[in-house]
């Protein structure tokens, strides 16, 4: 199985503050690579797919990054609705595993 | 409005079973691949188990060791999750979601509210 790890497991940041969220693969994926938000109570949500797609509706401060086995969530402008829990996702082979998840909190 | 609605959820004692059902609308349901994902209090999210379009291929997480089965009725537009020997480890939300493929990259584009299952 592909293991995916995500760094920070959380962090602290403040509304117009840029933040990055790294995953790394055990193995190559290529671009098979989704970012999720989700918020408490709530289904997660396609944030970015194939690594650095926005996916529709998603505003373009969040952006991705990366191939093979590093990859990037990068949120600038950090708005109030975007404290929440964000979770990568390899989509490469089965099982579709998911990153542990990375926690922005309000500084 | 692409809308998934899951239920069937409960409390259920160990070693029961129950069946979870994902109402699908607003999208062709059979051409799309759907999946099942749980997320225990407090925790990240696990992927279970996927079905193609046409139930030709099934896949599961190894940890559920036999235990679930999915399936889905095209009629009907609904995905299912069978799920026997219950243990407290399954207590968690469970997601139904589409599978989206774009660019051959797939990904969750769409998931329901979530439905609790607790085990105890």
């Known amino acids: 199985d592909i293991q995916m790890t995500q760094s920070p497991s959380s962090l602290s940041a403040s509304v117009g503050d840029k933040v990055t969220i790294t995953c790394r693969a055990s193995q190559s994926i290529n671009n098979y690579l989704n970012w999720y938000q989700q918020k408490p109570g709530k289904a997660p949500k396609l944030l970015i797919y194939a690594a650095s797609s926005l996916q529709s509706g998603v505003p373009s401060r969040f952006s991705g990054s990366g191939s093979g086995t590093d990859f990037t969530l990068a949120i600038i402008n950090l708005q109030p609705e975007d404290f929440a829990t964000y979770y990568c996702?390899?989509?490469?082979?089965?099982?579709?595993?998911f990153g542990q998840g990375t926690k922005v909190e309000v500084k | 409005e692409v809308q998934l609605v899951e239920s069937g959820g409960g409390l259920v004692k160990p070693g029961g079973s129950l069946r979870l059902s994902c109402a699908a609308s607003?999208?062709?349901?059979?051409?799309?691949?759907m999946n099942w994902v749980r997320q225990a209090p407090g925790k990240g999210l696990e992927w279970l188990s996927s079905i193609s379009s046409s139930s030709n291929y099934i896949y599961y997480a190894d940890s559920l060791k036999g235990r679930f089965t999915i399936s889905r009725d095209n009629s009907k537009t609904s995905l299912y999750l069978q799920m026997n020997s219950l243990r407290a480890e399954d207590t968690a939300v469970y997601y139904c979601?589409?599978?989206?493929?774009?660019?051959?990259?797939?990904?969750?584009?769409?998931w329901g509210q979530g439905t609790l299952v607790t085990v105890s």
């Open positions: 607003g999208f062709t349901f059979n051409r799309y691949s």
């Open positions: 979601a589409r599978d989206l493929e774009m660019a051959a990259i797939r990904s969750f584009d769409s």
């Open positions: 996702q390899q989509t490469y082979s089965i099982p579709r595993t």
